[in-house]
């Protein structure tokens, strides 16, 4: 993930310089991923918007009213805002200004905090009264909020302290599955992945009283509460163990451009379980600031359609293709397959596309 920081004086630039080396260390962020503001190469007004071009996270160290009045030009849409933080230059308060939940500012205030034994300033609702946030949860699982009215709906009845169920519909199921997230009086809820199927399945137990549904197929929206999409793009992707990020980063990059997109369009990277701890991938998707969805192999079989078949992945993963079957299975119910398998140099990858992209 990249960021960009702002600060005015000396000793804010020294708290500036705390936060880059704290996100760092906490693999947050990758070396060279900070970009600080530099008035000699540019206006504040010109650095800020590029922020809000890039979705990259902004932080000030400053007062709150100078980052207010900055961003003020700029902002939009709380769905696609990108998260603002305020730090004090003695590094007491850390306060997320916008996109708290859905641009993740709230999560990235806690971190800095932590790091820097600051206190995070959090005033969103449903942090405060520990309830289950559901647009934090489209965030974590790589979903796109469809009616984003629903929100206030769902977190209504979270805050009262009603059960809020979500069901997942044809993922990759052919009937509606319930994964259902309790709320108990004074307690957080608990979810489940998104993106795991086998795992829904498992926990679907009891009535569902309010319903967010995973729009997958976008039947039969009037019963529900909130409509969740999955991804636009997802890249299918595998790599050798031990492949750099920059190295992963160029080739697919030349494979989407190949096709018509480019990386900035990809809203999620999948690929095996195996790999879910592969370096190289998990620094891309930090620095594109996606979701990396994995899956078992006897999940990867499961996906619909016509696949490039490999013998040796076969013996290798437990399945004779990963790029291209991981890609349709995050795309979700609909998903087209857009851009077959491409390997080099140890990397492979393949797109999908998501029903109604």
Known sequence: MRIRIVSFTEKGRETAARVIVALGESGTISAGEALAYDKAAGTLAAFTEAAFREGTPLVFVSALGIAVRTIAPFVKDKLTDPPVLVLDEQALHVIPVLSGHYGGANELAARIAAALGAEPVITTATDVNGAFSVDVFARENGLKIGNREGIARVSTKALAGKPVSIAIQDYPPTKPVDVLIRKEPGTAAKGTAAGSAETAALSADGPVDAAVTLCLNGTDEALRDLRLAPPGFVLGIGCRRGKGKEEIRAFVSACLAEAGISLGEVSALASIDLKAEEEGLLALARELG????????????????????????????????????????????????????????????????????
Do not use: W
């Not at 994995?294 to 990867?300: C, V």
């Not at 890609?327 to 491409?342: D, N, P, R, Y």
């Not at 140099?345 to 393949?350: D, E, L, N």
């Open 290 to 357: 996606v979701p990396f969805f994995t899956f078992t192999a006897s999940l990867l079989a499961k996906a619909e359609g016509e696949f490039t078949p490999s013998e040796f992945v076969r013996q290798t993963a437990g399945v004779d293709n990963v790029c291209e079957r991981a890609a349709v299975l995050a795309a979700g119910s609909g998903g087209e397959l857009i851009m077959k398998k491409h390997a080099a140099g140890g990397v492979t990858c393949a797109c999908a596309r998501a029903y109604g992209r």
